[in-house]
């Protein structure tokens, strides 16, 4: 009779014998619960940083981007939006991926130098380096788009 209310009001009941055990369940079900969360908010939640492109390491200048960049500020990761601020806030894409050391990395943060790719999710025309935005002075500051959930 309980377990059929707790499944009408979508209420966990957690069973065992032994209260270790108990225990061990409710961690791993707050874990399980913690993962599910993260990852649904993965997209909305998003990291601001600042990078600089490396002039010596532009190895694919359109769709997808591909450079070597130096994090001068923040924490990069996969799936952070990119723009350029020096060119009026343009956008150019989606960071899809980070390498360190030809080893494919979540993230990036302040001093590290990786090789992001940079991908056009749709919808835009791709943005292509040297056309849209470039290395004038020798530094390029790319920045993270900064975004605020509204409750």
Known sequence: ?????????????FQADIIYHLFDRFTEY???LIKQKKEQFRSVAVFPCKLKIMPEHIYMSRDPIVVGVQVTGGVLRTGTPICV?????IYIGVCTGIQ???KD??????GDEVCVKIENPGGDAPKMFGRHFDDQRGSVRVESLLMLASK
């Open 100 to 102: 360190h050391n030809n």
């Open 1 to 13: 009779d309980a377990q059929e209310m707790a499944d009408r009001e979508n209420v966990k009941i």
């Open 85 to 89: 601020p020096s060119k009026e806030f």
């Open 30 to 32: 707050q874990e399980d």
């Open 105 to 110: 990395v979540d993230s990036a943060k302040k």
